[in-house]
């Protein structure tokens, strides 16, 4: 792992990063959307979880699957979510990680396309809140990853620039919300993203645990 410029601010992915939540993202969708009557035959499970951290929208068009009712739909999913929560865990060395960070006084936050009320639902369920300074979930008006927006709103929050921020994610949208914000990119290969396709971004840095992240320059 090459060395790094100072960094002050790590932000974090949530699905594949620090939560292993596919079965639970995956029943709760297929529940919602049995809700609704809409049909799931094209929504084929390993498929499925190559697009985890993807927008919902993104994900139905992809496999032709009729949800016209968007919001509906994420209201019945966010309600059947922690049904199926205790088929998520947090990957190993997730609380070792954001300890060290911690005691070496760098800021973290967690950039995720999960609701924002979902996302701090989630982070409170695995008793993560005390470690983040910020939780940025979808929101209303803000474009979401890859575009760099939502991480700049993060950095100005902060009052951290790109320049000395890391973003840590599994998959290319991580990546390339993070390259075109100009903060520093980390992927991590044991998520929901191929190594291949991550490869294919150029990250600075590609790690196989989270706990390699202490060898950077913070």
């Keep these: 792992m090459k060395n790094e410029a100072h960094i002050r601010h790590v932000c974090f992915d949530l699905d594949g990063t620090l939560v292993k939540s596919h079965i639970t993202i995956y029943k709760a969708t297929l529940k919602a959307l049995k809700d609704l009557g809409i049909p799931s035959e094209n929504l084929r499970e390993e498929d499925f979880y190559k697009r985890i951290g993807y927008h919902f929208v993104d994900i139905f068009n992809e496999f032709k699957i009729p949800?016209?009712?968007?919001?509906?739909?994420?209201?019945?999913?966010?309600?059947?979510?922690?049904?199926?929560?205790?088929?998520?865990?947090?990957?190993?060395?997730?609380?070792?990680?954001?300890?060290?960070?911690?005691?070496?006084?760098?800021?973290?936050?967690?950039?995720?396309?999960?609701?924002?009320?979902?996302?701090?639902?989630?982070?409170?369920?695995?008793?993560?809140?005390?470690?983040?300074?910020?939780?940025?979930?979808?929101?209303?008006?803000?474009?979401?990853?890859?575009?760099?927006?939502?991480?700049?709103?993060?950095?100005?929050?902060?009052?951290?620039?790109?320049?000395?921020?890391?973003?840590?994610?599994?998959?290319?949208?991580?990546?390339?919300?993070?390259?075109?914000?100009?903060?520093?990119?980390?992927?991590?290969?044991?998520?929901?993203?191929?190594?291949?396709i991550l490869a294919q971004q150029e990250p600075d840095h590609i790690i196989n645990s989270l706990r390699e992240l202490k060898h950077l320059n913070f």
């Design 67 to 196: 949800v016209n009712d968007f919001e509906t739909f994420i209201s019945i999913y966010k309600n059947q979510y922690f049904n199926f929560i205790a088929e998520s865990e947090l990957y190993e060395s997730v609380e070792e990680t954001l300890d060290f960070l911690r005691l070496k006084k760098v800021k973290t936050s967690l950039l995720t396309t999960k609701g924002q009320d979902q996302a701090e639902k989630i982070i409170k369920h695995f008793g993560l809140e005390k470690y983040f300074n910020l939780i940025f979930g979808r929101r209303n008006g803000t474009a979401h990853k890859p575009s760099p927006e939502p991480l700049q709103l993060i950095c100005e929050n902060l009052k951290v620039p790109p320049a000395e921020t890391l973003i840590v994610g599994d998959t290319e949208l991580d990546i390339i919300c993070g390259k075109s914000a100009g903060a520093h990119t980390c992927a991590v290969t044991y998520g929901y993203g191929t190594k291949a």
